[in-house]
């Protein structure tokens, strides 16, 4: 039963990725005009997307930069930190239930040593996690799931770690699409010392949970 589990869990997170790889998703424009149709619910609406399109591999970048047109740079953060902050939750939750158990019983050593950051140090484990732009961020909160780290932990973690990228994203739109433009070097050169201070802190965390062991 836990293998079938954790079987199920591999099956659910590869559907949901195709699914939103194939899937027809709106972009800017079609976001907005979602929530723009919700009036004084706007924002509880907007949160609830962002919580369901997180669990669904939907990309948060475009969800992000809605956040900031839609809601401005500072209510925007804050409602899309929310709905990412619940969405990954709820991934989370779903990974803890479904694989859990099974891939506790198959740890060898070295995966051991991040079992143990995770479970002594989840709130940094969390947010080194965050600040890497190269791992997917829907798959990590899966990933997340199956470690030791607490819920509540993996919680704050999320809600720290989104701070910067979220900003970034909600200020500067769609820079990144214009790779010549200043503001484009500026986010590049912004998320390159974060995920340089994310590999730093990693290899930290493993190092000293390495010798504690």
């Given amino acids: 039963m836990r293998l079938a589990g954790l079987v199920l869990l591999v099956l659910l997170v590869v559907a949901l990725a195709v699914a939103a790889q194939l899937a027809d998703l709106p972009d800017g424009a079609g976001l907005r005009a979602l929530v723009d149709g919700a009036g004084n619910a706007a ?12 669990a669904v591999f939907f990309p948060k970048p475009v969800l992000a930069t809605a956040a900031g047109l839609l809601f401005g740079v500072g209510w925007g953060s804050v409602l899309a930190i929310a709905g990412f902050t619940a969405g990954a939750m709820i991934a989370f939750t779903v990974a803890r239930v479904l694989g859990r158990d099974t891939v506790q019983g198959w740890l060898g050593e070295r995966l051991a040593v991040l079992e143990r950051v995770f479970a002594r140090r989840g709130v940094e484990a969390t947010l080194v996690i965050r600040l ?26 999320t809600a720290l770690g989104l701070v910067p990228s ?48």
Avoid at 172 to 200: E, K, Y
């Fill in 43 to 54: 924002p509880v609406v907007f949160v609830a997307v962002c919580a369901l399109g997180t």
């Fill in 132 to 157: 890497l732009p190269v791992l997917p961020f829907a798959l990590a909160n899966y990933g997340a799931g199956v470690t030791a780290v607490r819920g509540r932990h993996f919680a704050l973690g």
């Fill in 166 to 213: 979220t900003v970034l994203a909600a200020v500067l739109g769609d820079a990144l699409s214009d790779l010549g433009s200043r503001r484009s070097l500026v986010a590049l050169a912004i998320w390159a010392v974060l995920a340089a201070l994310g590999v730093w802190w990693g290899r930290n965390l493993i190092r000293t949970a390495a010798r504690a062991s």
